[in-house]
């Protein structure tokens, strides 16, 4: 089982950069893909980004594809997003989550494919 903590959220102007954090918690943590997620008031939950275990193959949502980045360090355990040139409209709760093993294609942007996910930190980008 993996227990993970998002952190790093805030409040930022528009154009602003941030970066969140992912700290898992398990000794095979190397061997889950991750995935973050986003979810707006009154929105549905919304893929951003995944990576798989060795970091290999990456994906993301087109809208945020330029601007976001994901990468992972296994050896501290922990998956990070960068955003640059945040925007309004990136304003959410966004979530880290886990997936045991291979990550597809069509895995990657469905949330239904993570077994775990975090609480969620809360991004609000003022314009």
């Known amino acids: 089982q993996v227990q993970l903590v998002e952190s790093g959220g805030g409040l930022v102007q528009a154009g602003d950069s941030l970066r969140l954090s992912c700290a898992a918690s398990?000794?095979?943590?190397?061997?889950?893909?991750m995935g973050w997620f986003r979810q707006a008031p009154g929105k549905e939950r919304e893929f951003v980004a995944a990576?798989?275990?060795?970091?290999?193959?990456?994906y993301y949502a087109d809208s945020v594809k330029g601007r976001f980045t994901i990468s992972r360090d296994n050896a501290k355990i922990t998956v990070y997003l960068q955003m640059t040139s945040l925007k309004p409209e990136d304003t959410a709760v966004y979530y880290c989550?886990?997936?045991?093993?291979?990550?597809?294609?069509?895995?990657?942007?469905?949330?239904?494919?993570?077994?775990?996910w975090g609480q969620g930190t809360q991004v609000t980008v003022s314009s």
């Open positions: 989550a886990a997936k045991p093993g291979y990550l597809s294609d069509y895995d990657a942007p469905r949330w239904a494919s993570y077994d775990y």
């Open positions: 990576t798989t275990w060795s970091g290999g193959r990456k």
């Open positions: 398990g000794r095979t943590f190397s061997t889950y893909a």
